[in-house]
């Protein structure tokens, strides 16, 4: 069985919401993904049962800080790289119907 | 006289003595990206008017009040952000994008005297070891001109190695700052995973991204690696650790230290030019009188697959914030927010941005997590064990940067895994959070190759001691390439 299928890049492009919807691309992905995940596939021989995952390199549990009120960022500021914005607010297209 | 030929303690003494000012160090350096960069190609975007003002206030900074790095010129990865310079990652993404803050890397930069001087090129996001996937140029090694500079941080090395700048700050997810190093015969240190804080570094994957600085001697990187560490309030998985003075580590003695050299590290995929210059350097480390012996790391096979599907899971999520909303690209013309999302993700992302971010969103997707990603993070361990047994018995653990020197621009683009594979012996250090750094160890038909040294979590003072006392033992340091000769003045 194929490590990947074409209907799996698919389902993965929207998810990662990448328009990827032309057959000649599909198919480049789905080569291209399946190549470096039969490699990832020699991962099966490591015998890992009873080692606990490592999610990060060096332990850090709970970082704390006194929680004293600072100045954020200006509004029109952080609207200098918006591509759209009207009235101080960011626009977006419409989102129902 | 060449100005960048000289170290950062030789140019403060220049400085000191008002045989050079900092006005006319950073003219230097737009003297020579004007005169080279042409042909390099590391530079995305200069500073010039800023630079040469900051250079002339800094020039009337007292003589106390100055630190080792003071009026000196340094470029920075275009993915560290730098308040009004355009910050692009080499992404058509993030074009014209222009940062109303400092990364906290930047902002020490400025407060240690340095003057930025411009934006280097890098691959698209950090991910690609060729610096081919920037959006924007190719850079060119300096060492010969057709080969690629490495990657991600290949204008980083490219503009130390063509004597632009005399530093650069780099980042290194896989490799990132090493191997570059290594294919352009200049220092580069990736530091202990929280020693310099990420805020303002656009993320790609948060659990092994680090900033580090690349240089033309281990003096250099270690003033500089000083300069831009300590604990960030912005990033609370930077360390509350003291900051050494790495320059003092610096004494040429390594009698006694107990060296690693890991038998996986010469074995299959390494090319002998880089297994000789590395058992060429064993001699000289034990001339020194430094103890040398072999060890196992095991797991170092599987840390590349397992390196792939972690970071690239982490970028599938990092990666979400680019929706076209914010800031960054926008696709035109679309009328609702899905499409334009995923127009723009499309059109804005290049082909290995993409790639990743669908592989990463696969190993993270139901039904998959377990056998992908969960069993990459039990593989992580191992990997990460590997080091930690290892270091019961050595001081530090040597090899290979990179299998082998450069290869030609366009000649590994279209294979994949070859070209993943020139990270495998700078992988297991990012998967495991220690310390390394890549120095000049040989040349193969005029190309550089790197030694990697790799150290204890936060003990970046003894990798530093051991790359210092091997490289002031030899002389690759002082070969230069021949783009650099322009510099005479």
């Given at each position: 069985m194929a490590v990947i299928t074409k209907d799996q890049v698919k389902h993965v492009a929207n998810l990662a919401r990448l328009a990827i919807t032309e057959e000649k691309e599909v198919e480049y992905y789905t080569e291209k993904l399946a190549t470096i995940i039969e490699?990832?596939?020699?991962?099966?021989?490591?015998?890992?049962?009873?080692?606990?995952?490592?999610?990060?390199?060096?332990?850090?549990?709970?970082?704390?800080?006194?929680?004293?009120?600072?100045?954020?960022?200006?509004?029109?500021?952080?609207?200098?790289?918006?591509?759209?914005?009207?009235?101080?607010?960011?626009?977006?297209?419409?989102?129902?119907? | 006289m060449t100005l960048f030929n000289h170290s950062a303690k030789e140019l403060q003494q220049l400085l000191h003595n008002k045989e050079v000012s900092a006005v006319e160090l950073t003219d230097e350096a737009f003297r020579r990206i004007d005169k080279v960069d042409g042909d390099v190609k590391a530079f995305l975007a200069l500073d010039e008017e800023r630079a040469k003002a900051r250079a002339a206030e800094l020039d009337n900074t007292p003589v106390d009040q100055r630190g080792p790095l003071h009026g000196l010129p340094v470029g920075v990865k275009d993915n560290i952000v730098t308040e009004g310079l355009e910050t692009t990652c080499a992404s058509r993404m993030l074009g014209g994008f222009d940062p109303i803050y400092n990364a906290t890397a930047a902002k020490k930069l400025d407060d240690a005297g340095l003057i930025t001087v411009g934006k280097v090129n890098m691959d698209e996001f950090a991910m690609g070891g060729s610096t081919e996937n920037s959006?924007?140029?190719?850079?060119?090694?300096?060492?010969?001109?057709?080969?690629?500079?490495?990657?991600?941080?290949?204008?980083?090395?490219?503009?130390?190695?063509a004597g632009e700048v005399p530093f650069t700050l780099g980042s290194d997810t896989g490799g990132s700052i090493r191997q570059p190093a290594a294919y352009c015969g200049v220092v580069g240190m990736k530091p202990t995973y929280g020693r310099v804080s990420r805020y303002g570094l656009v993320a790609f994957a948060s659990s092994l991204d680090q900033i580090g600085p690349i240089t033309r001697t281990v003096e250099d990187n270690a003033f500089l690696l000083s300069a831009i560490s300590g604990h960030d309030p912005y990033d609370s998985t930077s360390f509350d650790v003291e900051v050494p003075d790495f320059a003092s580590a610096l004494t040429g003695d390594i009698k006694g230290l107990k060296i690693g050299i890991a038998s996986e590290y010469l074995g299959e995929g390494v090319g002998e030019a880089s297994r000789n210059a590395v058992k060429d350097a064993i001699k000289v480390l034990e001339s020194l009188g430094a103890e040398v012996g072999e060890i196992s790391l095991p797991h170092t096979k599987y840390a590349l697959p397992a390196y792939y599907l972690l970071s690239s899971s982490e970028a599938s999520s990092n990666l979400a914030r680019f929706d076209g909303i914010r800031y960054g690209y926008r696709a035109e013309g679309i009328e609702n927010l899905e499409d334009l999302y995923k127009q723009t993700r499309a059109e804005g992302f290049g082909d290995e941005v993409k790639t990743r971010i669908m592989l990463g969103t696969f190993a993270l997707s139901s039904?998959?997590?377990?056998?992908?990603?969960?069993?990459?993070?039990?593989?992580?361990?191992?990997?990460?064990?590997?080091?930690?047994n290892a270091f019961e018995k050595y001081d530090v653990v040597i090899g290979p940067t990179a299998p082998t020197p450069a290869f030609k621009i366009g000649e590994l683009i279209d294979d994949q895994l070859t070209m993943y594979a020139n990270d495998i012996l700078t992988i297991p250090v990012n998967l495991a959070g220690v310390p390394a750094i890549s120095v000049p160890c040989g040349f193969d038909n005029g190309l550089p190759l790197g030694l990697q040294v790799i150290g204890r979590h936060f003990d970046e003072s003894t990798v530093y001691r051991v790359a210092h006392a091997f490289e002031q033992a030899t002389d690759f340091h002082k070969r230069m390439p021949e783009i650099r000769e322009g510099l005479e003045r």
């Open positions: 490699f990832a596939e020699q991962l099966n021989e490591v015998d890992t049962s009873g080692v606990e995952p490592t999610t990060h390199p060096v332990p850090l549990v709970n970082v704390l800080r006194e929680d004293e009120p600072a100045k954020g960022l200006d509004r029109d500021l952080m609207l200098k790289n918006v591509p759209e914005h009207e009235d101080g607010m960011v626009k977006v297209p419409s989102i129902l119907g | 959006y924007y140029k190719k850079t060119a090694n300096p060492w010969n001109l057709e080969y690629v500079p490495g990657g991600s941080s290949g204008g980083s090395a490219a503009a130390v190695a039904g998959f997590y377990d056998a992908y990603y969960k069993k990459a993070q039990k593989v992580r361990t191992l990997v990460r064990d590997d080091f930690t």
